[in-house]
């Protein structure tokens, strides 16, 4: 079974500034099936990228996501006040199931 | 706007049964496949359960296998998840969600979430 795992584990930045999340795969992973997901406290995941690199419907560009080999990134240009927040990826293998990384937040520096 | 409405959570004791419900509205069940993923207080994001649109097919992970039982009722526009029992570590906030589908190139990426309902178990 594939192991998510993310880091850093707690990301401090200052508005403006560029976020780069790392998801790495214990094993080759199909990014067809590569998603990542923004949640704040108290609410629901949202989606925002899928198939390792779309942008979800109403997500804005500075949200970008990337794949190399086994190695799953998600950029944020320039963070906004709303980014801060915990990110996840997730990715569907086989058997059928569905597994997370442990989540990286992005707080205020 | 696609909405998903979680019910059913509340609190019960080990070994005991619990029925939790997701109303879908703005889509049909019957087109979509379907999901529950839970999250302990102040952990990451864990996937429970999923069911085809058809209904025909399901999946459980390791930890629910057994006790879980997911369905759907078109009639109903519903989701359900039939939890027996229950442990204390199934304590958690479950979330419904929905599979985008073709919207989102067959992904199997949720692309719609409920608001969750908190599961508590605990004697």
């Known amino acids: 079974e594939v192991v998510l795992t993310q880091s850093p584990g707690t990301l401090s930045l200052s508005p403006g500034e560029r976020a780069t999340l790392s998801c790495r795969a214990s094993q080759s992973v199909d990014s067809k099936y590569l998603t990542w997901y923004q949640q704040k406290p108290g609410q629901a995941p949202r989606l925002l990228i899928y198939g390792a690199s779309s942008r979800a419907t109403g997500i804005p560009d500075r949200f970008s996501g990337s794949e190399s080999g086994t190695d799953f990134t998600l950029t944020i240009s320039r963070l906004e006040p709303e980014d801060f927040a915990v990110y996840y990826c997730q990715q569907y293998g086989s058997p059928p199931t569905w597994t997370f990384g442990q989540g990286t937040k992005v707080e205020i520096k | 706007e696609v909405q998903l409405v979680e019910s059913g959570g509340g609190l019960v004791q080990p070994g005991g049964s619990l029925r939790l419900s997701c109303a879908a509205s703005?889509?049909?069940?019957?087109?979509?496949?379907m999901t529950w993923v839970r999250q302990a207080p102040g952990k990451g994001l864990e996937w429970v359960s999923y069911i085809s649109s058809s209904g025909n097919t399901k999946y459980y992970s390791d930890s629910v296998k057994g006790r879980f039982t997911i369905s759907s009722d078109y009639a109903k526009n519903s989701v359900f998840l039939q939890m027996n029992s229950l442990r204390v570590e199934d304590t958690a906030v479950y979330y419904c969600?929905?599979?985008?589908?073709?919207?989102?190139?067959?992904?199997?990426?949720?692309?719609?979430w409920g608001q969750g309902t908190l599961v508590t178990v605990s004697s």
């Open positions: 703005k889509f049909s069940v019957s087109n979509y496949e």
């Open positions: 969600g929905r599979f985008g589908g073709s919207t989102i190139d067959w992904s199997l990426a949720i692309d719609y």
